[in-house]
């Protein structure tokens, strides 16, 4: 089993639809939780952190629980420039703050 | 402030041929990292550093070898290439830290090995 899963997809929304993607991690030692977006052939960058209570930057929400580690990202109201792979990120703890990515979601946002 | 800078960005090699991508960083991160990057795969983790002089094992190790001389600079090396580490290959680095885990990424370096 890979230590984060996430939705293969892909994604294919009309502009302004809302949007959800899933992840889930199995080392319950994790520590860190992120998106990360990634554009066709360049590094991926930052989305944003997600923390237990819930963090929201401007149209996009990302929710963490812990009991059942699960991770969510919300895009509301997805603009044409959302197009790209969305990679759900755990840090743990120990080993040198192992960093694994899942696989990634891809989602094409079409006027 | 360059950030992290990768070289080669990109190189064919023959099977059986070695090399080494460099992986430079200016920002005095404590932390680096080498994954690979496949379709449908995701990033994997290599190996990576935490301190000038260390290197660990990551999620896919053979065939890689790595040194970190120099706290600025993390080396991967292909002793023997073959074709299934035909890849793109990404650096990343990370000050030390719990409150600092977010990566900074090079920008990849596509690597075909024939």
Known sequence: RKEVEQDPGPFNVPEGATVAF?????????????????????EPKLLMSVYSSGNE????????????QYISLLIRDSKLSDSATY????????GGFKTIFGAGTRLFVKA | NAGVTQTPKFRVLKTGQSMTLLCAQDMNHEYMY?????????????????????TAKGEVPDGYNVSRLKKQ????????????????????????GTGANVLTFGAGSRLTVL
């Not at chain 1, 520590?31 to 554009?39: A, H, P």
Request: glycine content about 6%; hydrophobic content about 35%; aromatic content about 14%.
């Open chain 2, 73 to 96: 600079n993390f080396l991967l090396g292909l002793e023997s290439a073959a074709p299934s580490q035909t890849s793109v290959y990404f650096c990343a680095s990370r000050r030390q």
């Open chain 1, 22 to 42: 899933n992840c889930t991690y199995s080392n319950s030692a994790s520590q860190s939780f992120f998106w990360y977006r990634q554009d066709c052939r360049k």
């Open chain 1, 57 to 68: 930057d401007g149209r996009f929400t990302a929710q963490l629980n812990r009991a059942s």
């Open chain 1, 87 to 94: 990679l759900c990120v755990v840090t743990a703890a120990t």
């Open chain 2, 34 to 54: 080498w994954y690979r990057q496949d379709p449908g795969m995701g990033l994997r983790l290599i190996h990576y550093s935490v301190g000038e002089g260390t």
